[in-house]
């Protein structure tokens, strides 16, 4: 897979999983795990930048006596989902065309 595109799509993972809730590194990559392979030395790079991009904001809590580093998505982070979202459904609309127009080649070549 592509280099940019893996990035965005592991952006868009991250921020989707902390639209359900605010979360934390290794409780991120268990959760993204079960759809696309990332660990937590890919993770936290993709972490700061989004935090620099004000996508995130983080904070730190206790747990079982230890402190924490907790993410939550901001407004941002959810409007950039909305136009990953967006350009999506175009990229769907081109791979089907494309299927669709390579089907129509294979079907002309067996005739």
Known sequence: MDAQFRRGILDACVLAVLEQGESYGYQMVKDINEFIEITESTLYPILKRLENAKMLTVFKQEHNGRLRKYYRITEEGRN???????EWEEIVKVFQ?????????????HE
């Not at 065309?97 to 070549?109: H, L, N, P, T, V």
């Open 97 to 109: 065309f494309i299927s669709k127009e390579r089907k129509q080649r294979e079907g002309a070549k």
């Open 80 to 86: 950039h989902i909305t136009e990953l979202m967006k």
